[in-house]
């Protein structure tokens, strides 16, 4: 008992100092020969008590054993000075059983973890019945799980075992009133979870349904109103799930600064970190069994997951992805890795704020959580309603599955006065107070919490030594004015303004940062940031991955610097709460948070990390571009707008087109505004500029012809400096809204843009065209489509016949020709947009029964054969055989020209061509060969349809059931 009081008296005396020894375990209470008493030592890992988030600090494996729940991470609890009653509880638990709490010897860390955060050890007296009741009773408070049902205060505990060494000593019974150890005059806000008791239990119906195999999957929305409480209410149940049972993964969208797919490559790399921590073996065995689940596309997977090619290694072959139907592709090989995590344990993902991903990332969720053979998996996205946007047909996909909706409301009364009485410990006297904050805040937990801050900062709420007390009239009268931001922004005003401008220079870089960027925004010392910002870690407003960095504070030698210079990008924080992000964001001037994005930008290119993220920061802060600036990044948003294209990002490709139009008026005199560029107005200004460039075109032109009867092609000036970029960011616009089946908005952006190119701008009218004939097939627009491209081909010189009889009768002498003509490839480039608009007329023209059109087309291509060969040249043979054989009935030219067919594709091989080309094979195949070969192109087309382009794949499906249908075979 002396051990006991003694080492609780020295605590206590370390707690008045706000110091938390962090590290408590047999090993560092030490007996003082020179004081006879025992002391506590071991004050290697100290720290001012704030509410951090550390990771496990233990020199020898056992000390794990005596760390409290919240300091295992894995519960979603801050770490204060009762943690210290945790392990000293622990090792009190120790000297009087000779047994640790849980058996360490034979549980690996993560077990220990486990245990910590969710078993009950065997009672002291099970171990050691000599050991009196009341004192079982006192460290069975002191090792409770919640800290609100710890000890409260090192004095009062002190003098509960000073009475239990009097019973002892002296053979008397005095009572022990254990209920006065949870008491406390220190105003703390419990990290428990209040009124959600119900949504907690279904999250852990539902991981328990897919553990035991009763379910194959679940997917689950949690969705409610900024502050209720979403994220709190899944890592109740995530945070207490055993690493034995199941991979848990989490990651959390930054509305600011999302590039694409970046809510799962967090997500996912956590879980990288977990396999890499592992031994060799395990390891090895993951990368093979990674690598089988994605080859041949592994690249395509890094792309999205740089952190992969730690498993699976650097060495990556180069894989090529088609240009027609990558996205399925990509969905295909996102499936095969997901599947292959989840074939060992359950995987539990969860995807907090999942209303700001991208559309590319919903797309990828939906395909796998549609997927029929998705197993093993537990699917929880936190949502708001309000912000919903293109989170809508996400959800709406997803009705199809049976999706678990949680949607929180506001606390009642009556969970505000369980909480009151967990802090005030006042029994139930605070119910009038329970129902004035209910009134004030509206029961929203974020906004209850910060209310009861305001009231015991403004000194309407206090300790006045013996209990707590507040005036419910002052508090009825209390003027809460404006949002929770402002409440919040109220908070971060009681800090310093050298304190207050670290946090929101930290917004800026987003919800999650480390020290090395802020220390690079803040243009201060490392040391010197790290002090600055750990006032905000004490005040609850940042959570710190990395408490024992307090240890660089605490030191004051030379080599600190240094040392803390080889860790700052490990040092990392995060906002406890994007609402603190909003408001310590909002607090600096415009002025100075776009001076923090360029210097962002400029950290991220100096690291070699040229990615969406500098450009969006850019983007942030073009009020402080100069005009060459804006050039420059106008470039550098159209290429960017073409990577996030083609990784399939289309939201993130219009964020960049949009900056871009936004930049061309900026370049051109317009407004410098964070906010979106008027499309009416650059469109407008643009067809004034471009029409006094054509009158000074055609003044120039008329003052040349005077003197020369030479033309000069219109393309060819070009006084606008910017129509280029400016054509080209109109047309990829148009593009994306196409691919985002977008079609009215697609035709509104290309008529738009039409309407301000005058219309001797060949170049950039054709490339409109393009993108027009492709929105005019999806709509089944066909005449259309057929008007679109013989415009272009007349104003081209190509002549185009609409007569059967008078197309058909150019063909043999163009097709002896082409039978004649050595296969060499062509040397003059291929006009590909020529190509292109053949192409899709003539599927258009054969689908809908216009067979002149179709055969017209072909007759074009077939005298563009004649400038040589090329990988299209297999596309143009084919359709030259099909009319030979389908049209003009002719066998011997149609064998001929099939043989050419055969050699182009031996030559001139090109996977999605030769494809295109054996779907053609199909339609004229009948008429000459056995159906047996029909049928096999049919399988070919069914099996590398999938991989390439699925309508061809659809063809050869149509072909198959008709060779079965006609030789009677069964078509299961």
Request: charged residues 25%; aromatic residues 8%; hydrophobic residues 40%.
């Amino acid at each position: 008992m002396k051990l006991a009081i003694d080492v609780t008296e020295g605590l206590a005396s370390v707690h008045e100092k706000n110091i938390i020894h962090n590290s408590i375990h047999p090993r560092c209470i030490r007996f003082s020969l020179k004081d006879q008493c025992y002391k506590l030592t071991g004050f290697e890992w100290a720290s001012v008590n704030s509410s951090e988030s550390p990771p496990i600090i233990f020199e020898e494996r056992e000390d794990l054993v005596y760390k409290s729940p919240e300091q295992t991470g894995r519960i979603n609890r801050s770490i204060d000075y009762r943690s210290d009653f945790y392990s000293l509880g622990a090792s009190f638990y120790k000297f009087l059983t000779g047994k640790c709490l849980f058996d360490w010897e034979t549980l690996d860390p993560l077990e220990v973890i486990h245990f910590t955060v969710t078993q009950q050890p065997a009672s002291i007296q099970s171990l050691n019945p000599n050991v009196p009741y009341e004192l079982q009773q006192v460290i069975e408070v002191m090792i409770a799980k919640n800290k609100q049902e710890r000890v409260q205060n090192a004095k009062v505990l002190v003098q509960a075992l000073k009475v239990i060494q009097k019973n002892l000593l002296e053979n008397t019974n005095i009572p022990v009133d254990t209920a006065r150890l949870k008491c406390s005059g220190t105003f703390l806000i419990p990290d428990k979870l209040y009124g959600r008791d119900e949504e907690v239990a279904t999250l852990f119906e539902e991981f328990s349904a897919v553990l035991s195999k009763k379910k194959k999957k679940s997917v689950i929305f949690v969705s409610g109103i900024s502050g209720i409480g979403k994220t709190q209410v899944v890592n109740e149940m995530c945070n207490t799930l055993s690493p034995r049972d199941c991979f848990y993964l989490s990651s959390k969208a930054d509305q600011r600064t999302n590039s694409p797919y970046s809510l799962l490559t967090k997500a996912f790399s956590g879980w990288i970190d977990l396999i890499m921590d592992k031994d060799a073996s395990v390891i090895k065995h993951w990368s093979q069994k990674i690598l089988s689940a994605i080859h041949p596309y592994t690249k395509l997977l890094v792309e999205i997951i740089p952190d992969l090619v730690k498993i699976v290694g650097a060495n990556i072959p180069t894989e090529v992805l088609l240009p027609i139907d990558p996205k399925r592709k990509l969905h295909d090989v996102w499936i095969n890795f997901v599947h292959c995590m989840a074939s060992e344990q359950v995987l539990v993902v969860f995807l907090d704020d999942i209303q700001w991903a991208g559309g590319e990332t919903l797309e990828l969720l939906e395909s796998l959580l549609l997927h029929p053979q998705t197993q093993n998996l537990v699917f929880i996205g936190a949502n708001r309603p309000s912000e919903s946007g293109i989170f809508r047909d996400f959800g709406a996909a997803l009705c199809k599955e049976q999706v678990i909706s949680l949607e929180l409301q506001p606390l009642e009364v009556k969970h505000i006065t369980v909480m009151l009485k967990d802090i005030l410990n006042e029994g139930d006297n605070v119910s009038e107070l329970s129902a004035l904050v209910h009134k004030k805040t509206g029961g929203i937990p974020f906004g209850v919490v910060l209310f009861l801050k305001a009231l015991h900062s403004d000194n309407l709420l206090y300790f006045n030594g013996m209990h707590w007390e507040w005036d419910a009239k002052k508090i009825d009268a209390y003027c809460m004015t404006g949002t929770i931001v402002d409440l919040v922004v109220d908070e971060i005003k009681h800090m310093s303004a050298e304190c207050q401008e670290a946090l929101s220079l930290a917004s800026v870089i987003g919800h999650t940062f480390h020290l090395e960027m802020l220390s690079n925004v803040m243009g201060c010392g490392l040391v010197e940031c790290l002090r600055l910002i750990w006032t905000s870690v004490q005040a609850n407003l940042i959570w710190s991955m990395n408490p024992d960095c307090l240890l660089y504070l605490q030191s004051e030698t030379d080599s600190t610097q240094n040392s803390l210079e080889s860790v700052a990008r490990e040092i990392s924080f995060s906002f406890s709460h994007d609402r603190i992000q909003q408001a310590a964001y909002l607090m600096l001037p415009e002025e100075k948070a776009a001076g923090a994005h360029i210097k962002i930008a400029e950290y991220l290119e100096l690291n070699g990390c040229d990615n969406f993220d500098r450009v969006n920061h850019l983007n942030m802060a073009t009020s402080l571009l100069t005009r060459e600036g804006a050039i420059s990044l106008l470039k550098t948003n159209l290429e960017h707008a073409h990577k996030a294209r083609a990784k399939l990002a289309f939201d993130q490709a219009l964020d960049n087109i949009n900056a871009g139009e936004r930049l061309y008026e900026i370049i051109v005199g317009g407004s410098r505004k964070r906010g979106k560029v008027d499309s009416n107005m650059a469109v407008e200004r643009q067809a004034r500029v471009l029409k006094e460039a054509e009158e000074q075109r055609q003044q120039q032109f008329r003052g040349k012809r005077g003197k020369s009867e030479t033309s000069e092609d219109s393309d060819a000036y070009s006084p606008e400096p910017f129509l280029d970029e400016w054509m080209e960011l109109q047309t990829l616009k148009a593009t994306v809204l196409y691919l985002q089946a977008k079609f009215e908005d697609a035709m509104t952006c290309l008529e738009q843009a039409s309407v301000s190119i005058p219309s001797s701008f060949t170049k950039y009218q054709r490339n409109l065209t393009k993108v027009k004939v492709d929105v005019h097939i999806m709509k089944g627009n066909i005449g259309l489509v057929i008007k679109l491209v013989h415009n272009v081909l007349i104003e081209d010189g190509y002549q185009v016949e609409e007569n059967m009889d008078d197309i058909l009768a150019k063909f043999p002498p163009l097709m002896d020709r082409i039978i004649d003509l050595p296969m060499i490839r062509r040397k003059n480039p291929q006009d590909m947009l020529i190509f292109e608009l053949l192409c899709s007329a003539g599927a258009s023209s054969w689908t809908n029964g216009r067979g002149a059109y179709e055969v017209g087309y072909v007759l074009l291509h077939a005298e563009d054969l004649l400038s040589g060969f090329s990988e299209t040249s297999i596309v143009a043979l084919s359709l030259l055989c099909r009319v030979a054989f389908v049209f003009m009935k002719d066998f011997e030219r149609g064998r001929k020209l099939e043989e050419k067919w055969e050699q182009a594709k031996k030559l001139f091989y090109d996977p999605f061509f030769y494809l295109y080309s054996m779907g053609m094979y199909q339609v004229w195949a009948w008429t000459c060969h056995p159906m047996s070969s029909v049928l096999e192109t049919g399988q070919y087309c069914l099996e590398h349809g999938k991989e390439i382009a699925l309508n061809y794949s659809s063809y050869g499906a149509e072909v198959v059931i008709s060779c079965r249908i006609f030789k009677s075979h069964p078509l299961s």
